[in-house]
C-alpha cells in the first residue's frame, strides 16, 4: 500500500487525541441550557402552585365571611324568638289567674302557646335543618317510651311519697292542686288537651331551641344549651309562682338531658306528660 493509498483513507477523530475531544464535546448535551430549562419549568410549577394555594386561601377566607354573616343572622333571629318568649310569657302572667273559669285558663293557655308558634315558625323556616333535626322523628321513638315509662313509674312513686303524710292524717292521697275544683267534663278536657300541650312545649323548647343553642354554641359543651333553655322554660311557668317555676326549671333539666339522649320528641313528651301529671296530683301544680 502506498503512502497516497494511506493517506486517502478516512481519519477515525477517535484515534486522534484531540479530534476525539472535540467530538466527544459536540456529542454532549449541553448542560447550561439544560438546567436552564429546568429551572423555568420549576418556577412555573411553583408559581402555579402558589397560585393555587392563594385561590385556596381566598375561597377559605369568602366561606368563612359567609359562615359569620349567617351565624349573627341566626344569633339576631334567635334574639328575636327569646324576645317573643318573654312577651308572650308577660301576657301568660297578665291573662292567667287563678281565679279564671277552668275552660277559660285553658284556652288563654292554648291560645298563647299557638301565638308563640307564629315566631318559632318563622324562626324553624330560616333553619337549613330538616324537622327530624328538631327531633319531628320516630328514629329511636321506641327506646325512648321504654325509658320514659321508667321515669313515670318513678315520678309516680314520688307523687305517692309525698301524699303519704297527709294521706296517713286522713287526706285523699291524691290532692290534684289546681284542677282539683274542676267538673268532670274539665278535667276530661284537660288531660285530653294537656298531652299536646306537652308535645307543643317539648317542640319548641327541646327541638327548635335547645337544638339551635346547641347549634349556635357548639364550643359551650352539652350542659349549657340544656340550662339555658331551662331557665327560658321556667321564666315561662312564672305565672303560676316563683316555687312552680323552680320546680319547671329542675324538670326541664331532666327533659332537655332526656332529649339530647334520644334526639326525638317522643319519649321526652312522655316524660314531661307523665312528669307535669304527677305534680298536679301531688298538688306541686
Known amino acids: 500500500m502506498s503512502l497516497l493509498e494511506s493517506s486517502s483513507d478516512v481519519i477515525d477523530p477517535h484515534h486522534v487525541p484531540f479530534l476525539a475531544d472535540s467530538a466527544a464535546r459536540d456529542a454532549r448535551p449541553s448542560t447550561g441550557r ?115 315509662l321508667v321515669i313515670a313509674a318513678m315520678a309516680f312513686a314520688a307523687c305517692l311519697a309525698l301524699r303519704a303524710g297527709p294521706a296517713l292524717r286522713g287526706e285523699p292521697w291524691l290532692d290534684w292542686g289546681s284542677v282539683a275544683g274542676y267538673s268532670r267534663l274539665e278535667f276530661a278536657i284537660f288531660l285530653a288537651s294537656y298531652g299536646p300541650h306537652c308535645l307543643l312545649q317539648e317542640f319548641i323548647a327541646r327541638g327548635v331551641i335547645q337544638t339551635s343553642l346547641e347549634r349556635l354554641l357548639p364550643d359551650a359543651g352539652r350542659l349549657a344549651p340544656i340550662v339555658v333553655t331551662s331557665v327560658l322554660f321556667g321564666v315561662f311557668h312564672l305565672y303560676v309562682s316563683l316555687a312552680f317555676a323552680v320546680i319547671t326549671f329542675a324538670a326541664s333539666v331532666l327533659f332537655g338531658l332526656f332529649y339530647a339522649r334520644h334526639r326525638t320528641l317522643v319519649g321526652v313528651t312522655a316524660v314531661h306528660l307523665t312528669v307535669g301529671l304527677a305534680s298536679v296530683a301531688a298538688g306541686l301544680n
Not at 71 to 92: K, S, T
Not at 105 to 127: A, D, E
Open 34 to 148: 439544560r438546567d436552564r430549562s429546568t429551572e423555568r419549568a420549576g418556577l412555573a410549577a411553583a408559581s402555579d402552585a402558589d397560585h393555587g394555594l392563594l385561590r385556596l386561601e381566598i375561597e377559605l377566607l369568602r366561606r368563612g365571611a359567609r359562615d359569620a354573616l349567617e351565624l349573627r343572622r341566626e344569633l339576631a333571629a334567635f334574639f328575636f324568638v327569646v324576645i317573643a318568649l318573654f312577651g308572650v310569657a308577660q301576657l301568660v302572667r297578665d291573662l292567667i289567674r287563678a281565679d279564671l273559669p277552668p275552660l277559660l285558663q285553658m284556652g288563654y293557655s292554648w291560645g298563647l302557646l299557638l301565638l308563640l308558634l307564629v315566631p318559632i315558625g318563622w324562626f324553624v323556616r330560616r333553619q337549613p335543618l330538616p324537622l327530624a333535626r328538631l327531633g319531628v322523628t320516630l328514629s329511636g321513638a321506641r327506646h325512648s317510651l321504654r325509658e320514659a
